[in-house]
């Protein structure tokens, strides 16, 4: 960990990734919440840094354009927080290849995250995909 960053500065850093970056769109704070080596686990290996986490987020909000994520717990430990949270919002556009079905699906996620230097270099996501996928009419319920 950082000498100069706290627990709590990581806490705050990730509030304001799910809080500012993601639900109120404010893409370009990305340059200022994730290093420019900032791996993501759960996105194409062809996305790194700050700059791939947008590339992500547009992607996500082309099929999800209302989508929000909201924090249900967070722990932290050294160099690492954890958050559990739901995912909500309608499918406006292509995911998954499928269609866009005009559904609002929630679903759950938990994220994994990695400081250096205070900002983020890695990402370990995992979201219910089979939940939104069946919401969405593409698995039976």
Known sequence: MDYT???ED?????QRVYEEFTNQRQLDLADALFSPDFVD??????RRGAEGVK???????A????????????VAEGDQVHVRGTISGTQQGAYAG?????KH????????????????VERWTERNRIALLK??????G
């Open 41 to 46: 686990h759960g996105a194409p290996a062809t």
């Open 10 to 14: 990581h806490k705050r850093l990730v």
């Open 5 to 7: 960053a706290s627990i």
């Open 63 to 74: 099929a999800f354009p209302d989508f929000k994520f909201e924090i249900e717990a967070m």
């Open 55 to 61: 590339e992500t987020t547009r992607a996500f909000l």
């Open 135 to 140: 919401q969405l009419g593409a698995l039976p």
């Open 105 to 120: 699906a929630r679903w759950s996620a938990m994220d994994d995250f990695r400081f250096e230097n205070g900002k983020i």
């Open 98 to 102: 499928l269609p866009a079905s005009g």
